[in-house]
């Protein structure tokens, strides 16, 4: 006859040795943290030709309508040939969705028509006589010009006063392809003798002229004209930034050209004299721009942080060229701060960044990125670095929320690519959830939960309750950030039990909702469904066998997971159980029952830590490893030096480390055992059932081994 229990127990020790399916339990993967330029300008640089079209193309808008998209207009003047152009604006016009196309029709504007018209025909034929394949209408092929002049004459017939810059420029452009330099000197001057400096079609014609001059050898002349129209990539000077700074400052093309090689240490070292010298000129309008450009060299390159937030502080304080500028040097003051540990600007800069990342402006996301990298790269080390874990923690909060749907939409493009993420993402937590399968997979695969796992659980009962503080800077944090009871007590409970300290982990994990525990993945995925204080096989396998020098690699065990026998208070359970074996531990009666207590807690232990890691972890697998921060752009040393205190799951629970301890205690609790019955049953809890027949046969437990199976000599 065979005993029905027994048979249950030996069919569960044969599921476990031969379960042929694994189980992999990957964490959160390390957050991506942007870094987004702050003073330089990133992918390819704007020619001078591109600055004069945006600015064109501003100048037709305004001649025009306001009302007309940027787009059509440039469709029109830059993209359209001569032949499609007078399709759409002549007698019988071809139907277009361009809105410049019927402007001109319907207004009937003859003069813009007309103009357009000719400089089309200018481009056209020029650009015949460039090509290598133009062969020229005379056959003497030597210094052929091509034919410019009734497009010349044309354009100089004009007498009206609306468009006389702009056909002044096409005569100006007409003469150079005519290769008339002097000509094209001389008219320039003529015409545009009476306009302002600042007339765009002027400064474009300039370059032509200083063009001519560079033609005609006089390249010293060129490069002044160059220089005062802005062009500092025609410069043919040894220094272009000496040379511009000297007559140009104030030209926005200059101060681009600083930033398009921002990245450059040599060529950044060798402007800021120039910067120094360009400061002490009082003529400088725009001395917010210098300032910054100071800071940024200070910083990034001198390491003189303090000079650096000096410059910046000045730089705010003084006129910049661009909105832009201005902006990017109070998002890279806020670098300064945090480096600096100056909070007194910190809510007020954050409200300001928040309204950067409103949906509604076209640079949102590049906001988003630099508030994320304001906050991840410079305020959260320095916070936790001073031990203000409460205000790290909420502001990293802060950031991991703030596009939530952005995080939402990479975790979804994991599971395309049949990624796992960690089995213990909550629902039902996070204030902005949409989806209730999968809503809130940033309240445990992010930064800020585990910053808060590196805490201890008396660290982290402080943090929640600090947090809870009616502050100004606390309140604006929390709309974003997390505050559920449920949330911090069931974390602060599992800190308990990593610690050991199971009286407060009862505290705290008897707060926590039943409901809550039913929500979290580990529940539905059947991790809360195995016994502790069963002696699991060990876990260690060969990463690659064939690799030499391969090291043991940690897996989770073949155990099966039963998600219908999942418990929900798992973890409250084990806390009790745990902390009265650390009391028979001391109180028992007997050396046996003090030994078997020791054992029973030395197994809860390593299967805490190991079988039954969601007790006191959040995640376990290959994919995980150390939870470190990767920047976006690659630095080899970055979590080690910014992120180095976050907890380190391999070094500090790692299987080698729980093993050892382990056997020290069992061998241990087995020395304190004196009769044979407790014996026995010590080693019935380990599975060591042939030492209990072959040395404790005539114990209860042996004879129940012996009587409950008809052949068990067969499987000892």
């Known amino acids: 006859m065979k005993s029905t229990k027994f048979t249950q127990f030996l069919s569960s020790l044969i599921l476990i040795a031969a379960c042929a399916i694994e189980s992999y339990a990957c964490g959160p993967f390390p957050p991506i943290i942007p870094t987004p330029e702050f003073f330089g300008l990133s992918g390819p640089h704007k020619s001078m030709s591109e600055y004069e079209r945006e600015e064109n193309l501003w100048l037709w808008q305004s001649l025009t309508s306001e009302r007309i998209p940027l787009a059509d207009i440039e469709e029109v003047v830059y993209r359209d040939s001569r032949s499609l152009f007078y399709d759409y604006t002549g007698y019988k016009p071809t139907k277009t969705d361009n809105l410049f196309y019927i402007y001109l029709n319907n207004s009937c504007d003859g003069e813009i028509i007309d103009l357009l018209g000719t400089a089309k025909d200018l481009e056209e034929r020029w650009r015949e006589i460039r090509s290598p394949w133009y062969y020229p209408r005379k056959h003497d092929h030597s210094g052929d010009t091509g034919d410019f002049h009734d497009i010349i004459e044309q354009c100089k017939g004009y007498n009206g006063e609306r468009l006389k810059d702009r056909y002044a420029f096409q005569v100006t452009r007409a003469l150079f392809a005519s290769r008339d330099y002097a000509s094209c000197i001389e008219y320039t001057d003529s015409a545009f003798a009476d306009i302002p400096d600042s007339n765009l079609m002027k400064r474009m014609a300039q370059r032509y002229v200083a063009g001519c001059w560079s033609r005609l050898g006089d390249v010293n002349r060129a490069d ?144 988003l990125r630099r508030c994320r990298n304001i906050i991840y790269v410079d305020w959260v080390p320095t916070l936790w670095n001073k031990k203000d874990y409460s205000t790290a923690i909420l502001l990293c909060a802060y950031a991991d929320n703030l596009a939530p749907s952005e995080q939402w939409h990479e975790a979804w493009t994991n599971v395309e690519r049949h990624v796992y993420w960690s089995p213990t993402q909550v629902l039902n937590i996070s204030k902005m959830r949409e989806s209730e399968e999968y809503a809130n997979l940033i309240d445990y695969g992010s930064l800020s939960f585990q910053m808060m796992g590196s805490l201890s659980s008396a660290q982290l009962a402080f943090v929640y309750n600090h947090i809870l503080k009616d502050t100004p800077l606390y309140s604006f944090l929390c709309s974003k950030a997390s505050t559920d009871k449920d949330y911090y007590y069931e974390l602060i409970g599992t800190l308990a039990l990593r610690e050991e300290n199971y009286n407060r982990a ?200 012996k009587t409950s199976c008809d052949n068990w000599q067969s499987w000892l």
Request: net charge neutral.
């Open 506 to 705: 009862i505290t705290y994990l008897s707060k926590v909702s039943e409901h809550y525990f039913k929500t979290m993945n580990i529940y539905k995925w059947g991790y809360l469904c195995r016994n502790p204080f069963t002696p699991y096989p060990s876990r260690w396998k060969v990463w690659s066998p064939t690799y030499a020098g391969a090291e043991p690699w940690e897996y989770e065990s073949q155990a099966m997971r039963h998600t219908n026998k999942s418990n929900p208070k798992a973890k409250l359970d084990f806390a009790r159980k745990m902390q009265e074996y650390k009391r028979q531990m001391t109180y028992g009666h007997t050396s046996d029952e003090r030994g078997l207590a020791r054992m029973m807690y030395a197994i809860g232990r390593r299967n805490s830590f190991e079988e039954c890691w969601a007790l006191t972890q959040y995640w376990r697998g290959e994919c995980c490893g150390v939870f470190e921060p990767d920047l976006q752009y690659w630095e080899d040393d970055f979590a080690q030096r910014r992120y180095a205190f976050l907890y380190d799951y391999e070094e500090t629970i790692g299987h080698k480390a729980t093993e050892k301890f382990y056997d020290e205690e069992i061998k241990a609790s087995l020395a304190m055992l004196t009769t044979d019955e407790a014996k026995a049953r010590a080693h019935f809890t380990l599975n060591n059932l042939k030492t209990i027949v072959k040395y404790y046969g005539d114990t209860s437990i042996g004879q129940y081994i």
């Open 224 to 367: 002044s004209i160059f220089a005062k129209a802005g062009d500092i990539w025609s410069l043919s000077v040894e220094d272009p930034v000496k040379y511009m700074a000297e007559r140009n400052p104030e030209a926005p093309q200059f101060i681009d050209y600083i930033r398009g090689n921002a990245t450059d240490t040599t060529f950044m070292q060798g402007v800021r004299p120039i910067v120094v010298e360009l400061l002490r000129n009082n003529k400088v309008s725009c001395r917010g721009d210098w300032n910054f450009i100071m800071a940024y060299i200070d910083n990034e390159f001198n390491n003189n942080k303090s000079v650096a937030r000096q410059n910046i502080h000045k730089a705010l304080k003084q006129k910049f060229s661009s909105e832009e500028l201005e902006s990017l040097a109070r998002a890279y003051k806020m670098k300064l701060d945090a480096q600096a540990e100056d909070y007194s600007n910190l809510l007020a800069d954050l409200k300001w960044l928040e309204r950067k990342t409103d949906l509604l402006n076209p640079d949102a996301q590049e906001w």
